[in-house]
């Protein structure tokens, strides 16, 4: 290969690998995790705290071209959401219309309170250690802890 061949081919690389990391930007800190609900805080009411095995049924998986997954007890769910960038643990959180299975699970279960209720989120607060989220939305506050 000639020195010019050899110049442009290196060129090329550089020039090809510069373009990936630019456009390869670091997932956000929700991407690509699992959490499971832990309680559910409303102001109303007291709060609710899940069993191992209810959290296990009911979980969000943050996607990272921007969609949720949900299990919502016996049903399962999605969604599109977006998030701004943490500012000392606290972003911006937007969750679409959730899209989900209708069986008819046994009590109890929180499943038709999270479709219902995420799509009003408005923030997350997530904690220093990143294994703790809270969602807030107009009239409820989940916490979830990220799953094993």
Not at 15 to 22: F, H, K, P, R, V
Not at 71 to 83: E, H, Q, R, V, Y
Not at 101 to 116: I, K, M, Q, V, W
Request: net charge positive.
């Amino acid at each position: 290969m000639t020195t010019t061949k050899l110049c442009y081919a290196l060129i090329t690389m550089v020039a090809l690998s510069g373009c990936a990391s630019i456009s390869g930007k670091p997932s956000h800190p929700l991407a690509r995790q699992t959490w499971e609900l832990r309680e559910i805080h409303t102001a109303n009411k007291r709060p609710v705290t899940l069993t191992a095995e209810q959290a296990s049924r009911h979980t969000l998986r943050f996607g990272r071209e921007n969609a949720v997954s949900l299990k919502l007890d016996c049903n399962n769910g999605t969604a599109d959401w977006s998030a701004g960038d943490a500012i000392e643990g606290k972003g911006i959180l937007t969750i679409g219309p959730v899209a989900a299975t209708r069986a008819l699970c046994p009590p109890p279960s929180f499943g038709e309170e999270l479709a219902a209720d995420l799509p009003q989120a408005s923030a997350y607060i997530l904690s220093d250690k990143g294994d703790k989220l809270s969602i807030v939305t107009r009239h409820v506050l989940f916490r979830f802890k990220k799953a094993d």
